[in-house]
């Protein structure tokens, strides 16, 4: 589905991404783990298409194409779906007409029938029971005022509304208590199917005890450093980074 | 001076007959011995009139419009009132007004006849000597709406004031807005300003609003003059204890707009709330000067401007806020938003807080930015394309003045005229 060769990625002149290998395959769970700075976030906004970053070298080829080539819009259509570590807040539009105009935008793409508004409440209130927010939640203008734990469960609401091929989620877990995670993996675990794929951002093992992951990565300094099971993750956990920078340097 | 002798040219020549003739003429003597504002004076800082006072207007004849076009103008569902101004005089006709027996709905002439001394009183009490525009309104006039609700009466659906400028001739118009509400009363007015042609006219336009105790009023205005027009509004607000005055104002058209806006609070417990939107394009300016006067404890008064400028266009906010001494307890809340869509628009935001009580609560805010790049991204990060998410944004900067519309048949409508004015 995703193969990422040899990507280098600059923002303002400085190169955080040096050489990144990945290839994600359907019904695979990638969990990527690393030290702070290391370059995660960097990772998923490349994925998505944001502007400041600068790719220098290397390719993505997502679905067979060339997602480099592809615009931020298309990407999403195209069922790459990025929940951010940091969603923005966007005041005066609610959450309810920012999904219908997202659905609806995606339906226009696949030259699918537009959704009548009643029909798109009908599907999003299904959703909204998944992340568990009511009415009231839908009203609001998207991510304002939300507590870290609403932002969160609003990326994963936004995911099960719009659909997706490839999710990317950035630190979802960072932040929530243990209930707010148990309401997101669980989430996460519903949508989860063989068609679909997962990359999971994260720092801690807990939210991989929910999410099991297929293959967990370790990205310091900008490359992919080491590659394992699940167990590398727990191994992590314990252990911290350490010996995984002594290797790298080692290795140099 | 020359400037000056023009208008009062166009004062002798015009007929001075009626109820008002001392009144117009101790206005226009007034106007003779004041000058007008240059930009060394500080309320005039930012917002050249030259343009304005040099140009050389007449009168304007009655010209024709149909009831289709009226009917294209009136925002929302159907209303109880409307008065239909062309070029500044009273259309009976197009007009639909609905008899009551004690609430008065009408043009100033009709007013005049039927209501004589009362009316007069109130054209000579809102004359301000000290403005030269005021003056200038008086001596001028030609009309304007005369509405007056007695006490305990709710007027439930919307009063419609309906101006439509369409002439060749670079006209003048001085119109005369009062609008007198009574204790325990509510009123909804809708003033709109349309034009046909393209041409330079001078919209000198005064309006008075007298708000009684624990009175409630609405008061939404759409200016859509012509981009080569200009209008300049003073809009004088007097509210008694308990009452609620709220101005939506939206501002679209017009070459230099220059909107004056005094709320005195003249008692405790009032609300007050201004809220303003303006687009500009082009060349034009559009500058809205504000005065909350607090004389008494426990008021509130709230205001939020928002302006999207594009092109040469300029926006100018001044919110002065006098809380004085008595005045405790009062909260002034003021905000001036503006996005900026070329390097070349601008703004001049002044707030302006003078506080002589201790207990209060005041705060002001300004900003001029773009459209926001990260919510831009997170939008088309979920699939809506790039046009889309620019008029999702820019819907939801206008929505926060016009949510304050509450009517949801005149905010659509509004909100509809708004977004395809981008
Ligand atoms: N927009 C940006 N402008 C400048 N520097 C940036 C930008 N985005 C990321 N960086 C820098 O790139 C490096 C990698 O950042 P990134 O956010 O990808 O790390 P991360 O692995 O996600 O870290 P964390 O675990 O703290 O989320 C950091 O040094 C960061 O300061
Ligand atoms: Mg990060």
């Given at each position: 589905m995703l193969k990422i060769k040899n990507l280098h990625v600059s923002v303002e002149g400085n190169e955080i991404l040096r050489g990144l290998n990945l290839e994600i395959n359907k019904g695979e769970v990638h969990a990527i783990m690393g030290p702070n700075g290391s370059g995660k976030s960097t990772l998923a906004n490349v994925l998505a298409g944001k502007e400041d970053y600068e790719v220098t070298a290397g390719e993505i080829i997502y679905k067979g194409e060339d997602l480099l080539e592809m615009s931020i819009e298309d990407r999403s259509r195209e069922g790459i779906f990025m929940a951010f570590q940091y969603p923005v807040e966007i005041p005066g539009v609610s959450m309810i007409n920012f999904l219908k105009t997202a659905l609806n935008a995606n339906r226009e793409y696949h030259e699918q029938k537009k959704m009548s508004a009643r029909e798109i409440l009908k599907l999003v209130r299904e959703k909204a029971k998944l992340v568990e927010v009511d009415d009231e939640f839908l009203r609001r203008a998207v991510n304002e005022g939300f507590s870290g734990g609403e932002k969160k469960r609003n990326e994963i609401l936004q995911m099960a509304v719009l659909g997706f091929q490839l999710a990317v989620l950035d630190e979802t877990d960072s932040g929530l208590d243990i209930d707010a995670l148990r309401i997101v993996s669980e989430g996460i675990n519903q949508l989860r199917g063989e068609d679909n794929a997962f990359v999971v951002v994260t720092h801690y093992q807990r939210l991989l005890d929910h999410i099991v992951p297929d293959f967990v990565h370790v990205l310091y300094n900008g490359a992919i450093v080491k590659s394992g099971d699940k167990n590398l993750a727990l191994e992590l956990e314990k252990e911290g980074y350490a010996w995984i920078k002594e290797e790298a340097a080692a290795a140099s | 001076m020359k400037t000056k002798q023009h208008f009062i040219s166009i004062f002798d020549e015009m007929a001075n007959e009626d109820a008002l003739k001392d009144i117009r003429k101790q206005a226009i003597d007034t106007f003779s011995q004041l000058e007008f504002p240059t930009r060394r004076h500080e309320e005039w800082k930012y917002t050249n009139i030259n343009p304005i006072i040099q140009k050389s207007y007449t009168v304007e004849e009655n010209c024709s419009v149909s009831q289709e076009t009226i009917d294209g103008y009136i925002l929302g569902e159907t209303p109880g009132n409307i008065l239909v101004f062309v070029n500044g005089i009273f259309n009976e006709e197009l007009s639909h007004?609905?008899?009551?027996?004690?609430?008065?709905?009408?043009?100033?002439?009709?007013?005049?006849?039927?209501?004589?001394?009362?009316?007069?009183?109130?054209?000579?009490?809102?004359?301000?000597?000290?403005?030269?525009?005021?003056?200038?309104?008086?001596?001028?006039?030609?009309?304007?709406?005369?509405?007056?609700?007695?006490?305990?009466?709710?007027?439930?659906?919307?009063?419609?004031?309906?101006?439509?400028?369409?002439?060749?001739?670079?006209?003048?118009?001085?119109?005369?807005?009062?609008?007198?509400?009574?204790?325990?009363?509510?009123?909804?007015?809708?003033?709109?300003?349309?034009?046909?042609?393209?041409?330079?006219?001078?919209?000198?336009?005064?309006?008075?609003?007298?708000?009684?105790?624990?009175?409630?009023?609405?008061?939404?205005?759409?200016?859509?003059?012509?981009?080569?027009?200009?209008?300049?509004?003073?809009?004088?607000?007097?509210?008694?204890?308990?009452?609620?005055?709220?101005?939506?104002?939206?501002?679209?058209?017009?070459?230099?707009?220059?909107?004056?806006?005094?709320?005195?609070?003249?008692?405790?417990?009032?609300?007050?709330?201004?809220?303003?939107l303006y687009l500009g394009k082009d060349e034009q300016l559009i500058d809205n000067h504000t005065f909350i006067d607090h004389a008494k404890p426990h008021c509130n008064s709230n205001e939020l401007y928002k302006g999207i400028l594009d092109d040469k266009a300029r926006g100018v906010f001044n919110g002065k806020v006098l809380v004085r001494q008595d005045a405790q307890k009062t909260n002034a809340f003021q905000s001036n938003q503006n996005i900026l869509l070329s390097d070349n628009a601008g703004v001049d935001t002044k707030p302006q807080l003078e506080i002589f009580a201790d207990d209060v609560k005041c705060s002001h805010g300004a900003t001029v930015g773009e459209l926001d790049e990260g919510a831009m991204f997170y939008l088309r990060a979920r699939g809506i394309g790039e046009k889309e998410a620019h008029s999702l944004l820019r819907q939801a900067f206008v929505g926060e003045v016009l949510e304050f519309v509450k009517q949801d048949s005149l905010r659509e409508k509004l909100e509809e005229i708004v977004m395809s004015h981008f």
């Amino acid at each position: 589905m995703l193969k990422i060769k040899n990507l280098h990625v600059s923002v303002e002149g400085n190169e955080i991404l040096r050489g990144l290998n990945l290839e994600i395959n359907k019904g695979e769970v990638h969990a990527i783990m690393g030290p702070n700075g290391s370059g995660k976030s960097t990772l998923a906004n490349v994925l998505a298409g944001k502007e400041d970053y600068e790719v220098t070298a290397g390719e993505i080829i997502y679905k067979g194409e060339d997602l480099l080539e592809m615009s931020i819009e298309d990407r999403s259509r195209e069922g790459i779906f990025m929940a951010f570590q940091y969603p923005v807040e966007i005041p005066g539009v609610s959450m309810i007409n920012f999904l219908k105009t997202a659905l609806n935008a995606n339906r226009e793409y696949h030259e699918q029938k537009k959704m009548s508004a009643r029909e798109i409440l009908k599907l999003v209130r299904e959703k909204a029971k998944l992340v568990e927010v009511d009415d009231e939640f839908l009203r609001r203008a998207v991510n304002e005022g939300f507590s870290g734990g609403e932002k969160k469960r609003n990326e994963i609401l936004q995911m099960a509304v719009l659909g997706f091929q490839l999710a990317v989620l950035d630190e979802t877990d960072s932040g929530l208590d243990i209930d707010a995670l148990r309401i997101v993996s669980e989430g996460i675990n519903q949508l989860r199917g063989e068609d679909n794929a997962f990359v999971v951002v994260t720092h801690y093992q807990r939210l991989l005890d929910h999410i099991v992951p297929d293959f967990v990565h370790v990205l310091y300094n900008g490359a992919i450093v080491k590659s394992g099971d699940k167990n590398l993750a727990l191994e992590l956990e314990k252990e911290g980074y350490a010996w995984i920078k002594e290797e790298a340097a080692a290795a140099s | 001076m020359k400037t000056k002798q023009h208008f009062i040219s166009i004062f002798d020549e015009m007929a001075n007959e009626d109820a008002l003739k001392d009144i117009r003429k101790q206005a226009i003597d007034t106007f003779s011995q004041l000058e007008f504002p240059t930009r060394r004076h500080e309320e005039w800082k930012y917002t050249n009139i030259n343009p304005i006072i040099q140009k050389s207007y007449t009168v304007e004849e009655n010209c024709s419009v149909s009831q289709e076009t009226i009917d294209g103008y009136i925002l929302g569902e159907t209303p109880g009132n409307i008065l239909v101004f062309v070029n500044g005089i009273f259309n009976e006709e197009l007009s639909h007004i609905e008899n009551s027996e004690e609430i008065i709905v009408s043009n100033v002439k009709g007013a005049l006849q039927k209501h004589g001394e009362k009316v007069t009183q109130f054209v000579e009490n809102t004359t301000d000597k000290e403005q030269i525009f005021s003056v200038l309104n008086t001596a001028l006039l030609q009309d304007g709406v005369f509405i007056q609700v007695p006490k305990n009466k709710v007027v439930e659906k919307p009063i419609f004031v309906v101006n439509v400028s369409d002439s060749e001739q670079q006209f003048i118009h001085n119109a005369k807005n009062i609008i007198d509400v009574g204790e325990n009363s509510q009123v909804n007015i809708v003033e709109t300003y349309r034009h046909g042609k393209d041409s330079a006219y001078f919209n000198n336009i005064t309006t008075d609003v007298f708000v009684a105790a624990n009175a409630h009023v609405q008061h939404v205005r759409l200016q859509m003059e012509s981009k080569k027009a200009y209008q300049i509004t003073t809009l004088n607000i007097r509210q008694q204890k308990d009452s609620t005055y709220t101005s939506v104002s939206v501002d679209l058209g017009g070459a230099i707009v220059r909107n004056n806006i005094n709320v005195d609070l003249q008692d405790s417990n009032i609300e007050s709330n201004l809220y303003g939107l303006y687009l500009g394009k082009d060349e034009q300016l559009i500058d809205n000067h504000t005065f909350i006067d607090h004389a008494k404890p426990h008021c509130n008064s709230n205001e939020l401007y928002k302006g999207i400028l594009d092109d040469k266009a300029r926006g100018v906010f001044n919110g002065k806020v006098l809380v004085r001494q008595d005045a405790q307890k009062t909260n002034a809340f003021q905000s001036n938003q503006n996005i900026l869509l070329s390097d070349n628009a601008g703004v001049d935001t002044k707030p302006q807080l003078e506080i002589f009580a201790d207990d209060v609560k005041c705060s002001h805010g300004a900003t001029v930015g773009e459209l926001d790049e990260g919510a831009m991204f997170y939008l088309r990060a979920r699939g809506i394309g790039e046009k889309e998410a620019h008029s999702l944004l820019r819907q939801a900067f206008v929505g926060e003045v016009l949510e304050f519309v509450k009517q949801d048949s005149l905010r659509e409508k509004l909100e509809e005229i708004v977004m395809s004015h981008f």
